[in-house]
């Protein structure tokens, strides 16, 4: 069971390019996460996704676009880099949980990937 | 809207020294509370939970936390802390209701255990 891949593991990017950071897991979990982690301000979230097929955004979205066609994959677009987006990137997945024998359920608790260090020069 | 605290952003310890870690929220509703840690270099993985039941959460590798709703407070203790246990620890939020499905995380307490 690999969990969440995420790939590149790092990468060197001229701003200006393009990027796509890809993200996969294997645990059929409905909601998947993109944060970005910087010193002294951990962890901020950029975009999520409840479901496939709905995206939403998060703390720090601007510059930065996911998609979700599938369960699986969830993968966030730089369109045009810049250094302020030099970062370590990580992708997380969650699972509704149906409580047993009673209504509504909750959120598990968020599962990670290994991170992907980006550096726009 | 909701925010966790975490009021030590460094400490160094020397090793069997005890540890606690304060966390705040604000949400004043149901919460699901969670403790990360991160090892140089690695992802986060989870420490421990709690959803319901027992505020006296216990987890992985001797650490435990307190649930005290009425100070909205969630700190993590470890009575006698290991060279090993030097990382990054995050306390993070949800929001126990359907249709929020964010993550709140404080700004991450880093720990330096002197051997």
């Known amino acids: 069971i690999a969990g969440i891949t995420q790939a590149p593991t790092s990468q060197i990017l001229a701003a200006g390019r393009r990027m796509t950071l890809r993200c996969t897991q294997d645990?059929?979990?409905?909601?998947m996460y993109w944060y970005r982690q910087d010193l002294g301000l951990g962890l901020r979230l950029i975009h999520y996704?409840?479901?496939?097929?709905?995206?939403g955004k998060g703390e720090v979205p601007d510059g930065y676009s996911v998609s979700r066609a599938n369960t699986d994959d969830f993968p966030l677009t730089l369109a045009s880099a810049v250094p302020s987006q030099t970062s370590v990137y990580f992708c997380?997945?969650?699972?509704?949980?149906?409580?047993?024998?009673?209504?509504?359920?909750?959120?598990?608790?968020?599962?990670f990937g290994p991170g992907t260090r980006l550096t726009v020069t | 809207a909701q925010s966790v605290s975490q009021h030590n952003h460094h400490v160094i310890l020397s090793e069997a020294a005890s540890l606690e870690l304060g966390c705040n929220y604000s949400?004043?509703?149901?919460?699901?509370l969670f403790w990360y840690v991160q090892y140089p270099g690695q992802h986060l993985q989870l420490l421990l939970k709690?959803?319901?039941?027992?505020?006296l959460v216990k987890g992985i590798k001797g650490f435990e936390a307190e649930f005290i709703k009425s100070k909205f407070s969630f700190n993590l203790r470890k009575p006698s802390v290991q060279w090993s246990d030097t990382a990054e620890y995050f306390c993070?939020?949800?929001?126990?209701?359907?249709?929020?499905?964010?993550?709140?995380f404080g700004t991450g307490t880093r720990l330096k255990v002197l051997a």
């Open positions: 997380a997945s969650s699972d509704y949980l149906p409580r047993t024998g009673a209504a509504g359920g909750e959120w598990s608790e968020q599962y």
């Open positions: 645990m059929r979990h409905n909601a």
């Open positions: 996704s409840n479901t496939a097929g709905t995206t």
């Open positions: 949400y004043g509703g149901t919460v699901n």
């Open positions: 709690y959803f319901s039941g027992d505020p």
């Open positions: 993070a939020v949800n929001e126990d209701t359907s249709g929020t499905y964010k993550y709140i």
